[in-house]
């Protein structure tokens, strides 16, 4: 069991830090197999908040321990700064006792007002984890009682000590100017809890009703929402925008209430005390609004999102990360209050639009911002950061250790992309790290070199002449691996080789493998759990990496934007499926394109002069992906159960040669892609993929920021010197 203290720098819970903090403890100790307990530690409240209400009746311990206010560590004030370091220091040694007597291995602070937290981690040796969710802002102080370059240095000092960054966007990551091949930052967007059935608000030809959960302070720019209502109204438009928002500064209070009233909109918009019943504000409105200057995340979007609300929001930073524009909720300028009057004039002209977004926003929650999906990424976090402290304890012994020698059976080494992208690239980081080796052998010959092994590896072996080899590994008292990249289980009827594949005898070979061996991995998460609930057991994963070379394109067509698309020959027929947006972008582009096709040769390449590549080894697959140049990259696939369980091969191998991507709207890729940042969705049709792919010709500039931002995130999250921690998170046993 792996010991976690969770310190929160206040007790309040009704929104942001704390709601989240309440939620995530409860829940993720609520699950049966966790290997890890965490352990709220936050000031003690008074008259005994809900927040230890909460805690109490669902039995989870917690503990007490005070936290410095950021604005008296600060103050101009010599005498409250000098009190408030000295409380910090007593603060400290309260901290590290709660530490020792819960026997913590790791400390988590929530926000980087916590820094009792990293210090008290610091000096008992224990690993330290910051989460950013944003960064204090300057707009929260009093220029005349506090100096903020204060808060800025204890920040750094306390990002500089951490052993992990986690901020909850990129844009978080570029505020706090953390570089993100830093080795030791991590994105891991915040979950919302979500439970009920809901649905989006039809509007019913009645007034629109937007909500915003905020505070009354300048950053949050309530202003702009009167600005956006004396448009709607001289638009002949009925909108009522209720502002629920606790008050950090009167003076701006004052300045909107004056402003309401000069402008007669007290109807319009109507500001109200916080409220705590979050769920009944969502289920009165039809739309969420963020008008603020800058958000770190802005989890109001996500909340809305579950409750199938679509959200309209500034560029401010976070949103930009969780909003699909245009599909979940509209993204607007800071100064276009007539442009935001639009939007949600587009919501009261049609209100299916509501509806659609408001169900789209709902699915995008389903798939990538639920509470419990938040919890597996912490979970993997804090497993990787104490198998570091561990392997960091055996090292000695390790050196001791007798040579460990893998062997791999494949039966198409230089073809099949699982053996580099899944298995090679993170084995030769193992083989940096450890006194470790493996070799690979075909199926016949591997009975021949099981003496030198120490594990066998099966990688997607469906001959049953090969169960001897299993069988004859375990019976010498070597451990047996089943790797598996697909579902080999469900394999399409289209596909070659098809028959074979869902044969009687190979899926019973399979069966035979899969329930065997010690150990079941796959090349993903989503993977082993499709392994899991198809055979009853509990697989693995081992996350696929890949090696970021400097080699430049050599064979740039001169004058012409490149678009090309890499697969296997199955999927050539589905190409077809959008065949009208190759033609069409063809006829209007003419000689200003070129359509490339490495592998799939769909039916209408002559019709659209493109220049097609036959299917080829990995490793030379590999030099031509690096030398064609390509601009433009396709990831079409269809919306099958098959297809969403396989990796996002395409996303490391398009991003690796900085090809900007257009990707399917599919589970799979909503796993990585965020849309306008590292790639572009495109709905399976043809009018969408035609716009998506036509927006990358076009637009030079948001070509350039897809194919940098996906490079850098793939040369920094997925080098296999990061990689590798999943590997001996799930199989370091056998090394």
């Given amino acids: 069991m792996i010991n976690v203290a969770w310190v929160n720098f206040s007790y309040a819970d009704t929104r942001g830090p704390g709601k989240f903090f309440k939620e995530f403890m409860i829940r993720a100790n609520q699950k049966q197999d966790s290997q890890i307990k965490y352990i709220p530690v936050f000031p ?27 604005e008296r560590l600060c103050s101009k004030d010599r005498e409250i700064r000098r009190t408030a370091f000295n409380e910090l220091k007593e603060n400290i040694e309260t901290m590290v006792e709660i530490l020792k007597k819960t026997n913590c291995d790791i400390v988590i602070s929530n926000t980087s007002l916590s820094f009792e937290a990293a210090y008290a981690a610091q000096k008992l040796g224990i690993k ?4 950013l969710r944003g960064v204090i802002n300057p707009f929260d102080f009093e220029v005349n009682k506090n100096d903020f370059k204060i808060v800025r240095t204890l920040e750094k000092d306390l990002v500089n000590i951490s052993d992990k960054i986690v901020t909850a966007s990129q844009f978080t990551a570029k505020l706090w100017n953390i570089n993100q091949s830093n080795d030791k930052w991590k994105l891991i967007p915040i979950g919302t809890e979500c439970t009920g059935d809901y649905h989006p608000l039809p509007l019913d030809n009645g007034t629109l009703k937007v909500l915003t959960l905020s505070a009354i302070e300048q950053n949050k720019n309530i202003k702009y929402i009167i600005d956006v209502a004396m448009h709607l109204r001289d638009m002949g438009h009925r909108v009522e925008f209720n502002i629920y928002a606790f008050t950090n500064d009167v003076e701006y209070k004052k300045l909107l209430e004056d402003e309401i009233a000069k402008h007669e909109l007290k109807d319009w918009v109507i500001l109200h005390e916080d409220e705590s019943n979050i769920d009944k504000l969502y289920l009165e409105h039809h739309v969420v609004f963020v008008p603020s200057i800058l958000e ?21 930073g976070g949103p930009e990360e969780t909003i699909v524009d245009g599909e979940t909720g509209y993204l607007v300028p800071l100064d276009d209050a007539y442009g935001v009057a639009q939007k949600f004039e587009k919501f009261i002209c049609d209100p299916n639009e509501i509806i659609r977004m408001g169900t789209n926003a709902r699915k995008r929650w389903e798939d990538s911002y639920t509470t419990d999906m938040n919890i597996k990424k912490w979970e993997s976090l804090i497993t990787s950061c104490h198998c570091e402290k561990m392997l960091a304890m055996t090292d000695q012994s390790r050196e001791m250790d007798t040579r460990n ?52 590896v099966f990688i997607r072996t469906l001959d049953k002449n090969i169960l001897n080899v299993m069988h004859e590994a375990k019976k010498q008292g070597k451990k047996t691996i089943y790797y598996a990249d697909d579902s080999l289980y469900d394999i399409p009827a289209h596909a070659r080789g098809s028959e074979y594949y869902n044969s009687p005898e190979v899926q019973n070979t399979l069966k035979t493998f899969v329930e065997n061996v ?28 890949t090696e970021v070379s400097n080699i430049m394109p050599i064979n740039k067509a001169k004058n012409k934007i490149v678009i090309g698309y890499a697969g296997n020959i199955d999927h050539a027929e589905s190409l077809s499926n959008i065949k009208e947006a190759f033609l069409k972008l063809k006829k209007k582009y003419k000689d200003k394109i070129q359509f490339e096709f490495i592998g799939a040769r769909p039916t209408f390449v002559e019709e659209i002069d493109a220049i097609c590549y036959p299917p080829v080894s990995y490793p030379k697959y590999e030099m031509l992906m690096a030398r064609r140049g390509w601009d433009i990259g396709i990831a079409y696939l269809e919306d099958t159960e098959f297809n969403n369980n396989k990796f996002i091969n395409k996303y490391l191998e398009y991003s690796k040669y900085k090809i900007a991507g257009v990707y399917s709207d ?43 931002t996906s490079h850098e995130q793939v040369r920094n999250e997925y080098n296999p010197e990061v990689k590798v921690d999943s590997f001996y998170r799930n199989l370091g046993e056998y090394i």
């Avoid at 908040?49 to 950021?70: A, G, L």
């Avoid at 330290?128 to 989460?131: A, E, G, Q, R, T």
């Avoid at 796993?671 to 572009?680: A, M, Y």
Wanted: hydrophobic letters at 35%; proline letters at 5%.
């Fill in 44 to 70: 003690k409240p008074p008259n005994n908040e809900n927040m230890v209400k909460d805690f109490d009746e669902h039995n989870t311990r917690y503990y007490n321990c005070p936290i410095v206010w950021f």
């Fill in 128 to 131: 330290h984890i910051v989460f």
């Fill in 296 to 316: 770190g995340y802005g989890i109001t979007v996500m909340e809305g999102a579950a409750r199938c609300r679509p959200t309209i929001s500034t560029k401010c």
């Fill in 405 to 456: 020698n893998w062997l791999l059976v494949s039966s198409l080494p230089d073809v099949n992309p699982s053996i580099k992208v899944g298995l090679l690239d993170v084995l030769n980081q193992v083989k940096k790290d450890n006194d470790f080796d493996y070799t690979i052998s075909k199926p016949e010959d591997a009975i021949y070199n099981l003496d030198k092994a120490s594990v066998v």
């Fill in 518 to 545: 010690d150990k079941v991995v796959t090349c993903s998460e989503w993977l082993s759990e499709a392994f899991n609930k198809k055979y009853n057991i509990t697989s693995t994963w081992i996350e696929p990496s």
């Fill in 666 to 708: 599919i589970p799979l890729y909503r796993r990585v892609i965020v849309d306008k940042v590292n790639g572009l969705f495109a709905k399976n049709d043809v009018n969408s993929w035609y716009k998506k792919i036509e927006k990358l010709i076009i637009d030079k500039k948001l070509r350039r920021k897809i194919s940098k």
